[in-house]
Structure formats: C-alpha cells, structure tokens
C-alpha cells in the first residue's frame, strides 16, 4: 500500500502569506460552529430530568442534525463552488442564530427536533461545508500543514467547550446556555466572516507554495459549464462513492462515542461535569493526530495511514465493553482520542491526488453527506440501545464494527499515484481560449 508522494516545492514550508490568515479563520469558525453539538451529550441528562424525554428521543434531536446536514452538504458544497465560501459561510451563520434562539424555547420534544434537528442541522451544513474547498484553494504546495492545523481545530472546540457547556448548564441552565451561546457564536462567526476572502486573487497573491513555472490557476469562480462537466468525471469514479461511505463507517465510529460516553459515565456515578472531561481528555489528545496525520498523510502514503487511524479509533472501544473500573476511562480517552483525531485527516490529502486542483465543493459536500449518516445512526443508536438493554455495549459493539469496516474499505481505494479525472487546469485553460476570455 504504497502512495506516490506529493511534490514539495523549493520554497520554505512556512511562509507570511494571506493563507495562513484563511486557516485561522476556517479553523475558528469550525471551533465555534461544531462545539454545541460536539457537547451535545452533555444536555442528555438535564433534558431528561426536565421534560421526562428517553435517551431514544433526546438522541432522535441529534440523528435528525446530522441527517438534515447530509442531506444539505452535497447543495451547500455546489453552493460554494458556484457563489463562493463566503457567502456561504455569512448565510449559514444567520441560520445557526435562528437555530439556536429557538431552540432554547422549546417545550415539546417534536419542536425540540425540529429547532435543533432541522434549522441547526441546515446552518451546520452551510456554513462549514464549503471551508475544506476553500482552503484548498489557497494552497498549491504544503496542503498537508495547512488541512493539520484546521484539523486541529475540531479537538480544540469540544475540548474546550463541553465543560464550558456543562458549566452553563448546571449554574444557568440548559435553555440560557442555548442563548448566551447562540448570542457570542454568531458574533464571533461575523468578524471571522468579515474577513475571509474566497481566492488569492482577491488579496492580488498566487496561492501558498506557488513556484516559478507553475501554471497559472484560476483567479475567478469557476465557469458553470465546466464546473458541471467535472462534477459527472468525478460522480464516474469509484473513489468518490467509497470516500464518502467510508466517511460513513469512521463518524458512526466516532459518533457513538461522542454523544453516549457522557451519559454512559453518569450512569456509573460519575458528575456531569466530569463525564464531560472524558470527552475533554479525548478531544484534546485528538488534537496531536489531527495535526500530523494530513502531514503524515503527504509523506508515507495516505491509505497506510489512514488504515492504522481507523484502527486505533476502533480498538480502544473494546475497553469499555470488557471492563468496569472508572480508571479504565482515562486509559479510553487517551487511546482512542489518538485514532479518532486521525480518522478524518487524509480524506482533503486523497481529495487533491485524485481530483487535482478541480473545485471540491461538490465531491466534499456528498463525502459530508455519508459523514452526517454516519453521525446521525451512531450519535442516535445508543439511545433506544439503552432503553431496550439498560446498557450500552451494544452501541459500543456497533462502533467497533464500523471503525473495522472502514479502515478495510480504505485498503480497497484506487491507488492514488495519480489523477483519476482529467487536469481541472488544462481543462479551465482550454474552457477559456475556446470562449475568448483573456486569464
């Protein structure tokens, strides 16, 4: 399982260039965007003690987000692509408000899964599909460093933010932690937004890593036309069906653990703010591989590393099935934090050697779509598995089995040596001689 590495420019690995202020951005708009629903489990328990709703329910709110947000992703990448990330990202973050103030007012479980499922599950979708591809855009060399450090960002936001959320909740109460977190976010969100620009052209740069002799990409949104025409060479290929079930098997993985280790750990005694620190511990170990795995990823071959990552998020799952002793959840959460940081790293890495420079919106936006299955079955499963059992292992058996299945289906991709689609920028230059218009 040998990949063809990527080529390293001559120019220095870091640089003072506009890109690295578009990593910031993206990163701390996935840090505040993601972290109410990473920490999702932690209003398991309040919501319960206060309306008298079962796990299955409770848990039904989050299926619904992640399936609404699927079902989105593949339009809200082509939306990036078409109109560009920005205005993608200052829409979607308008609908996460909405979202969130209405949910902090609900009373019945259908208005529940309606304000969190659907409004939040749509403004996921919007505002961060599109970053992944609009990075990609800003780096021609060193993607691996850049997708690292935006990768990061998904540890750093529920480590953070869970107990921070479990802090509001017992001093405040669930429904004012919806508002005051809503509130900030958005703010947040909106000065991030304010300063994000959708290509190098609009700083008057050449993207990260240029050297001389590469030829020009594009500096403008993509022609239509030929936009269509990639996404049909893309849609023919094998690999953008089993990336995006493969996305499938890593999040049903993760997800269970997500959002039932918490309730699974106040079960066995445990304070609801120190069941959240299990999550903590994890989220922050994460952040290490989620750093170096794309790194990693450039450098001994994507699906070798990707396998071993989907493995390691696996593994440590068994200790929680055959063992009961509270120690045991500090030796989980930092084994598995190790793989399930690395689980998703690779995916931009393989996006750029199969696909090249081609816009990604499309082909990122339905690999989102097999992800948000994947979080909806695996973040809802250990709910009525709980009601039914009184106990989670067979959730936990369940992730097990995905995380496995994955790391098999990553042995089976197409070896990316090379492109699998025609070249984006040969196409584009052509596109455009033929049409009359001057790059």
């Not at 001559?10 to 578009?22: C, E, K, L, R, S």
């Not at 997500?258 to 069941?275: E, K």
């Not at 067979?394 to 040596?417: D, K, Q, R, T, Y």
Request: hydrophobic share 55%; net charge negative.
């Amino acid at each position: 399982m040998i990949d063809e590495k990527i080529e390293h420019s001559n120019t220095g690995t870091f640089y003072w260039h506009y890109a690295w202020v578009i990593v910031v951005i993206i990163a701390g708009m996935q840090i505040v965007g993601t972290s109410i629903r990473m920490a999702f489990g932690v209003f398991i328990d309040p919501l319960q003690t206060q309306f008298g709703w079962s796990q299955g329910g409770i848990g039904f709110a989050y299926a619904i987000c992640s399936v609404v947000s699927a079902v989105v992703s593949p339009w809200a990448g082509n939306m990036g692509d078409r109109f560009g990330a920005k205005k993608a990202m200052l829409f979607g973050t308008f609908v996460f408000l909405i979202g969130m103030l209405t949910t902090a007012f609900v009373q019945n479980l259908w208005q529940f899964w309606f304000t969190y499922g659907v409004i939040l599950g749509i403004a996921q979708a919007i505002f961060l599909v599109p970053l992944i591809p609009a990075a990609m855009i800003w780096f021609r060399r060193h993607l691996g460093l850049a997708m690292g450090l935006i990768m990061a960002s998904w540890g750093i936001g529920p480590a953070l933010a869970t107990p921070l959320v479990a802090f509001m909740i017992e001093n405040f109460g669930w429904s004012a932690a919806f508002v005051y977190i809503g509130i900030v976010s958005t703010v947040i969100m909106l000065a991030l937004v304010a300063v994000f620009k959708n290509r190098p052209a609009d700083v008057n740069d050449e993207p990260y890593g240029t050297t001389e002799g590469d030829p020009p990409l594009s500096d403008k949104l993509p022609p239509a036309v030929l936009l269509e025409e990639f996404k049909g060479h893309m849609r023919k290929t094998a690999a953008y069906w089993n990336m995006s079930s493969i996305h499938f098997l890593g999040c049903v993985g993760h997800a269970v653990i997500l959002i039932w280790i918490i309730p699974m750990a106040t079960s066995q005694g445990l304070s609801a703010i120190d069941a959240s620190l299990i999550l903590t511990l994890f989220s922050a170990v994460s952040i290490a591989t989620r750093l170096t795995t794309p790194i990693l990823c450039e450098r001994l071959g994507v699906r070798t590393v990707m396998t071993v990552f989907y493995i390691l998020q696996g593994a440590p799952v068994l200790l929680l099935i055959f063992s009961s002793m509270d120690s045991v959840f500090i030796v989980f959460a930092i084994s598995f934090g190790i793989g399930y940081g690395g689980e998703t790293g690779g995916f931009p890495i393989l996006n750029r050697k199969y696909f090249g420079h081609a816009p990604m919106g499309g082909a990122h936006g339905f690999q989102m779509l097999g992800a948000g299955i994947g979080m909806a079955l695996g973040g809802w499963i250990g709910g009525p598995v709980f009601d039914i059992f009184g106990s989670y292992d067979a959730a936990f058996a369940i992730s097990i089995i995905a995380s496995f299945a994955g790391a098999v289906s990553i042995i089976l991709l197409e070896n990316p040596a090379k492109l699998i689609i025609p070249d984006w920028q040969k196409s584009e230059e052509e596109y455009e001689k033929t049409v009359g218009v001057i790059s």
